[in-house]
């Protein structure tokens, strides 16, 4: 069973900075895109970033400039820097990965949410 563990997150003043991770662990031959997506307070939850296993990134346009997606292949492992934060980025963050398992069947998996708070 392929899981998704999420690190980073928390409070932090308008204007800060914050680095979001994901690791994968379960049998994985191989993974495919990456991602994070964030839901906010009584809102959808909307795609923040997606990057592929050639590490070509791809951003919502409210994101680009400010968030940075990158993957560690080896580590599996998937990053999200966010610089310049601001209050309406304040959400639960959740990774998402898609890939095949040590079985050759395909997965999508969710990691368990991180709160980013923006607030001064």
């Known amino acids: 069973q392929v899981q998704l563990v999420q690190s980073g997150g928390g409070l932090v003043q308008p204007g800060g900075s914050l680095r979001l991770s994901c690791a994968a662990s379960?049998?994985?031959?191989?993974?495919?895109?990456m991602g994070w997506h964030r839901q906010a307070p009584g809102k959808e939850r909307e795609l923040v970033a997606t990057?592929?296993?050639?590490?070509?990134?791809t951003y919502s346009d409210s994101m680009k400039g400010r968030f940075t997606i990158s993957r560690d292949n080896a580590k599996r492992i998937v990053y999200l820097q966010m610089n310049s934060l601001k209050p309406e980025d304040t959400a639960v963050y959740y990774c998402?990965?898609?890939?095949?398992?040590?079985?050759?069947?395909?997965?999508?998996?969710w990691g368990q949410g991180t709160l980013v708070t923006v607030s001064s």
């Open positions: 990057i592929t296993n050639y590490r070509i990134p």
């Open positions: 379960g049998s994985i031959s191989s993974i495919g895109v």
């Open positions: 998402n990965m898609k890939g095949v398992d040590s079985a050759g069947r395909y997965f999508e998996v």
